[in-house]
C-alpha cells in the first residue's frame, strides 16, 4: 500500500539542522575532530537553580500531574517579576503570561491561533525556521522579507505596513539569528504601528533578549506603545540559561492573543512538566547574576572568534547581540558548497546562508559553540579550504 503524502508535508523543505548530527556522528566514526558551530547550542553550565529545583521537584507528588496550559502559578508569578524587573512592565500572570514547551512550539502554533488557509504571514528570510513551517503547515501564504545587508538587516517597518495580501501575522526576531542585527525600542515602536495598520499580529522573537554586549540592550514588544494589543513576544531558556534540552520558554502579550494560542495547545499538547517548571522559576528569580556571567563568558567567546576570523580575511563585525556570527562566504562558491567543502575536508560545521533562507545566500553562520581558545583552530581550517 501506499500512502500519499498531503501536499503541505510534500512542499515542506527540510529543516535546516536536520543533517548535522548524522554528518558530526559520521565523521567522528572516522576518528576525526569535529568543530561543531552548527546549532546555537554553546554548552555552557546551567544555573545552579536549575539542577537544585529540578531534584527538589522529582520528589513532589503534586508537580507529577499534567500541567495543562496555564501550567504552575508559581512560574507564571516569577516570569512577571523577571519582566518587570528587567522592563518595568507589570503584567498579568493569568492572563497575559503563557508557559511554552520552548518557545519553538509556540511560535509555529502561533500561525494556527491566528490564519486562515490563504491569509499571508510575513516571514523574515532568513530568519528561523519554524515561523515558515507554521505558516505554511497553517495553510497561509508565506511572504519572504529579505533581510539585506544594506538595511543593517532590519525589516523596514514599511515592507510590513506595505505589504499585499490579507496580511494576519507578522514574525520578528531581533536581537536577529542568523545575522545578528539588533534594534532599538523606537524600531519596536514603528512595527508595532506598521502591523495594527495591516490588523496584523505581531510574533515578536526575544529568544537572544539575555544575550547582548557592550551595554546593549535588546527592547521588548512589553514596553512599546501598543506593544501588548499588538501581538505576542518570545522568550526562551534555551539560550539565556543554557537549558536548551531542557525545553521551557514563556509567550506574554495581549489577553486575547494567549488566549488563541492556549486554546490551540489544550488540543495538541499539556504545557511543559511541572518540574520544569518550578526549576524555572528559581532560575527566574536568581538570574541576574546568573546572566551577567554567562555574558561576559560569550563574549569572551565572540571577541575571540571574531579576532580569529578576521586574521584570515574574513569580513565581518562584532555583533552587539545573539551567539552568531553572519559573514560574507569567502570566494565565489555557494553558501552550500563551502559549507560542505569546510564539513568533507576539515570536519568544521558551519551552517549555509541559503539553509536559513534564499536571501540568506552568500553568507555563512558561526554559532559561539566553542571555547575562547577554539577559534583559532576553526580559522587554520578555514583558510585551508581557501
Ligand atoms: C530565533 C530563535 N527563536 C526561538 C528559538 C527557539 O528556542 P527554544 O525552542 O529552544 O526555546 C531559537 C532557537 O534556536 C531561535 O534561534
Known sequence: ????????????????????PEARARLEAEGREVLDLGAGDPGLPIPDAARRALAEAAGRPELQRYAFQRGLPHFRRAVVDFMNRRYGRDLDPDTEVLPLIGSKEGLANLAFATLDPGSTALIPDPGYAPYFGGAHLAGARTQRVPLLAENGFVVPPREISDADGDVRLVYLNYPNNPTGACVDLEYVNAVVEACRSQDAVLAYDNAYAEIAFDGYRPPSLVEAEGGLAAGLEFHSFSKSFNMTGWRLGWACGGAEHISRLSRIKSFVDTGPYLGIQYAGAAVLDEAEPYLEQNTAQLRERRDAAVAAFTEIGLELKAPKATLYLWFPVPGPASSRDFALRLLEQEAVILLPGSGLGEAGEGFLRAALTLPADGYREVARRIARVL
Open 1 to 20: 500500500m501506499s500512502v500519499s503524502v498531503p501536499e503541505r508535508l510534500r512542499t515542506l523543505p527540510p529543516y535546516p539542522l536536520a543533517g548535522l
